[in-house]
Each structure stands twice: as structure tokens, then as C-alpha cells.
């Protein structure tokens, strides 16, 4: 019990110390549940996708589209059921 006046002494001393240490403990929680909500989101896209989807991209960047050439290309692999173009 000594400690703890010991504790609550030093604390009361030091607001400003107190309230800038309470506060970073704050924002390093609220930043740790901000990033796995987020990393959550970002996995369920992931998880939603079919295992049969495959998705091409552009040898140079993943940037550029593929050519529209490539569509019909594409549409005639037996086992393929839809194209898209984004």
C-alpha cells in the first residue's frame, strides 16, 4: 500500500507528464485496432474470391492494362467462363 501512495503521489506531481504518457498509450491503442480493422478488410476481399478465379496481369507494370486484344485471346482457354476489362 505504501507504493501505490508512492504511485499516486508522483502522478499528481507530474501532470503534464501523467497526461502526455496516458495520452500516447491512447493513440498506440486506437492506431493497433485502426490497422487490424483495416488488414481485416483488405483479407476478406481475398477470402471472398472464388479459388477459380485468375487474374493476368500486364508484363511491364501492374499499372497498365492488358490489351484488349488479349480478350479473345483469353475467351478461348477451355475452362474459361467470363473475361473481364478493368
Avoid: C, E
Avoid at 502526455?20 to 476478406?44: E, H, I
Avoid at 496481369?57 to 475452362?79: E, T
Amino acid at each position: 500500500m505504501k507504493f501505490l501512495f508512492l504511485i499516486w503521489s508522483n502522478l499528481k506531481r507530474k501532470k503534464l507528464r501523467t497526461i502526455l504518457t496516458l495520452l500516447s498509450v491512447l493513440v498506440a491503442f486506437v492506431l493497433f485496432s485502426l490497422l487490424s480493422a483495416l488488414k481485416l478488410a483488405l483479407a476478406g476481399g481475398v477470402v471472398m474470391a472464388d479459388a477459380n478465379r485468375l487474374i493476368v496481369r500486364h508484363r511491364v507494370s501492374f499499372i497498365q492494362p492488358l490489351p484488349y486484344a488479349y480478350m479473345a485471346r483469353m475467351a478461348r482457354i477451355p475452362g474459361v467462363s467470363a473475361i473481364s476489362h478493368t
